[in-house]
């Protein structure tokens, strides 16, 4: 089974509104992290937000906003005001608790988001 | 600061030849990580290392991959010899110790072997 599944290959948003990015996971670990990238066309991965297993308040980072739902396994990226510079691929990725050091990232296939003027 | 480096930023080899690939991580991460984008796909990890030792390389095809960090500092990448399904974008990444341990990732080496 997929840890992260996206099941938006792609979504259409005009300038100004705000869209929601699905992401959804499977883990049997109680420690675990949420992790956004936004991907442009450059290729370079900027790291967007996080979110805890055991934060109990959704994460905000300016514009971006993390609706975290524990027990759907549900972690959706969510994008206010959406402006030009936006379109990009997005990949949700996740990294389980590991004692023995690996800190792996576990992404899904992406979401390539497309701001309309 | 300075993000994490990677050079050189476009490759083009013939199938069976050797290539190397290089990156200097954020000043003071720890960790560094190799990852593989194949088009149309999330990144995979390669090998991570904590300073100059290999913690994670289950998925590294250690036939024809090798990665080393001998300093602890910058690292190197190598696929001798390459193969067409090789061609991909080759990320770094680094990170440091303290928690949530964020990977910041470089600007990427796009291969394509021909």
């Known amino acids: 089974a997929q840890k992260i599944t996206q099941t938006q290959p792609g979504m259409f948003v005009q300038e100004k509104e705000a869209v929601t990015l699905d992401c959804t996971y499977d883990?049997?670990?109680?420690?675990?992290?949420l992790f956004w990238y936004k991907q442009p066309s450059s290729g370079e991965m900027i790291f967007l937000i996080y979110?805890?297993?055991?934060?109990?308040q959704n994460a905000t980072e300016g514009r971006y906003s993390l609706n975290f739902q524990k027990a759907r396994k549900s972690a959706n990226l969510v994008i206010s005001a959406s402006q030009l510079g936006d379109s990009a691929m997005y990949f949700c990725a996740m990294r389980e608790g590991h004692r023995t050091g690996r800190r792996a990232l576990t992404f899904g296939s992406g979401t390539r988001l497309q701001v309309q003027p | 600061e300075a993000g994490v480096a990677q050079s050189p930023r476009y490759k083009i080899i013939e199938k069976r030849q050797s290539v190397a690939f290089w990156c200097n991580p954020i000043?003071?991460?720890?960790?560094l990580y190799w990852y593989q984008q194949i088009l149309g796909q999330g990144p995979k990890l390669l090998i991570q290392?904590?300073?100059?030792?290999?913690?994670?390389d289950s998925q590294l095809p250690k036939d024809r991959f090798s990665a080393e960090r001998l300093k602890g500092v910058d690292s190197t990448l190598k696929i001798q010899p390459a193969k067409l399904e090789d061609s991909a974008v080759y990320l770094c990444?680094?990170?440091?110790?303290?928690?949530?341990?964020?990977?910041?990732f470089g600007p990427g080496t796009r291969l394509l072997v021909l």
């Open positions: 990444a680094s990170s440091s110790t303290g928690w949530p341990e964020t990977q910041y």
């Open positions: 979110q805890g297993s055991y934060d109990e």
């Open positions: 290392f904590q300073n100059n030792g290999v913690v994670d």
């Open positions: 000043s003071g991460h720890a960790t």
């Open positions: 883990t049997s670990d109680q420690s675990y992290g």
